[in-house]
């Protein structure tokens, strides 16, 4: 018998089912809030991530770098308002949606979508074009990991399928609901459970991305540089980064963006948007921290290029559990984070000798997993905690720490199990149709001018 808190577990994201009983009104400071949050999660990918990757890579690859992201932003922001959104946001099965708004059909200027609380709604326009973000961000993730040695059109190639495969269904399976207007009482609420994605089903929570975005792309990362290969050189020359000074303003322009990514998440314009935006202050700085001392220990200095990603593994690490957890909660993950991170990326990464270049595993995979889990422990009302709201009470549900931790548990296996073989196959049917690496002649002379005829720079 599933728990209160399974049954009834809040979701980061609704869609625009409704009940009856509740007149369903726009809210215009929250349809205002929504669509802010969008422009900044777009401002996290382009220019954001493009920066924050292509200033770690050699000067012979920047361009390749922020022309894989601009053009894997633009064509998965087409597939979405295709295919995406319905499949992802429309009920069919526990782990994928129907075909009812393909190419958005039936959605209209007056077509709505519910927010978390009982009959407020944005419409739903803003959120197609919100969750276009997110569907956006996370194959751009996957390039770090293989950078400076695969085909731009097989990272194309990839992402079709990749978007299709891994990130449509996983979004589904945690962020699919009917929405709080369908909780009247327990038999009602039964009943919209059953509807819902198979993740939150079991309870999981996620409010912005720990195992949609972050496990997600951060196994597929992975798989990928392992299937790949090492970049010539690795392990014998020094890889050095070309412009710390573009990854800081990366970094920073994540930073920034990432307010809409989690903020926004809460989809409303209150008290909880507040709570949610001092987590994720609150945990990047303590990540930035945390990275800096580890480094300062062990390496004897601290670098920028240190600084800026325990920044990013903090952020990483509040995403799923920026909803839940009080300032000190958050604060606690991004110091486990920012340490954690670190060591992944250094005495993991060189003991299992993988080239993931740009450390989209370390940070993402690593960093995902550790906010996934934590969130069973922050969102503990005992440890300062907001615990999880029952819709059928109207009340904070009771809390059980280890169901909670159980019901992480399936989210992070789930997403690792599933974008691990999703990858696989994907990277395999890539390379048989056009080939994944780049010839090592051209892997010598940079991606910029073999796969795009330009450079970044006129030097």
Request: with cysteine.
């Amino acid at each position: 018998m599933k728990s209160l808190l399974s049954i009834f577990a809040l979701s980061a994201f609704a869609t625009h089912a409704f009940a009856d009983a509740v007149t369903p009104t726009v809210n215009k400071g929250d349809t205002t809030w929504v669509m802010i949050a969008t422009v900044l999660v777009i401002l996290m990918v382009i220019p954001g991530l493009a920066l924050f990757y292509g200033g770690m890579v050699r000067v012979k690859n920047m361009l390749s770098v922020l022309m894989q992201i601009f053009v894997i932003f633009s064509m998965v922001a087409i597939l979405w308002s295709l295919y995406g959104y319905s499949l992802a946001f429309t009920e069919g099965n526990a782990f994928f949606g129907g075909f009812s708004k393909a190419f958005l059909k039936g959605i209209t200027p007056d077509s709505m979508a519910a927010t978390f609380s009982k009959g407020v709604y944005i419409p739903e326009y803003a959120y197609v074009a919100f969750q276009l973000t997110f569907a956006t961000i996370t194959p751009a993730l996957i390039i770090g990991a293989f950078a400076e040695r695969v085909k731009f059109s097989a990272i194309l190639l990839f992402t079709i399928l990749w978007f299709t495969f891994s990130y449509l269904p996983m979004a589904h399976m945690v962020w699919y609901w009917a929405g709080p207007d369908a909780y009247t009482d327990a038999k009602a609420g039964e009943a919209a459970l059953a509807t819902a994605g198979f993740l939150f089903q079991k309870g999981a929570l996620d409010f912005a991305g720990g195992a949609v975005v972050h496990i997600n792309a951060g196994v597929a990362g992975l798989v990928g540089c392992l299937l790949v290969g090492k970049r010539i050189g690795y392990g014998k020359e020094y890889l050095t980064p070309h412009s710390v000074t573009m990854t800081m303003i990366g970094a920073s322009l994540l930073w920034v963006g990432w307010f809409g990514f989690n903020v926004g998440s809460n989809l409303e314009a209150n008290g909880l948007a507040a709570l949610v935006f001092v987590n994720t202050l609150l945990a990047a700085a303590a990540a930035t921290l945390s990275w800096m001392a580890a480094e300062w220990i062990i390496r004897g200095k601290p670098s920028m290029l240190g600084a800026a990603s325990g920044a990013i593994a903090g952020l990483v690490a509040i995403t799923p559990a920026c909803g839940w957890a009080g300032p000190m909660g958050s604060i606690l993950l991004g110091l486990v984070s920012g340490a954690a991170c670190f060591w992944s990326v250094t005495i993991l990464k060189a003991k299992l000798k993988y080239d993931d270049s740009l450390d989209a595993f370390g940070v993402h995979g690593i960093g995902g997993i550790i906010g996934a889990l934590g969130t069973a422990v922050v969102a503990s009302p005992a440890l300062g905690g907001t615990g999880v709201w029952d819709y059928v009470t109207n009340a904070v549900a009771e809390y059980s720490m280890m169901t909670q931790m159980i019901s992480q548990l399936w989210s992070v296996v789930i997403a690792i199990v599933w974008s691990g073989a999703v990858s696989f196959a994907a990277f395999k049917l890539v390379d048989v149709l056009v080939g994944l690496r780049v010839t090592e002649e051209n892997e010598r002379l940079g991606l910029d001018t073999t796969e795009h005829g330009e450079t970044a720079y006129n030097l």
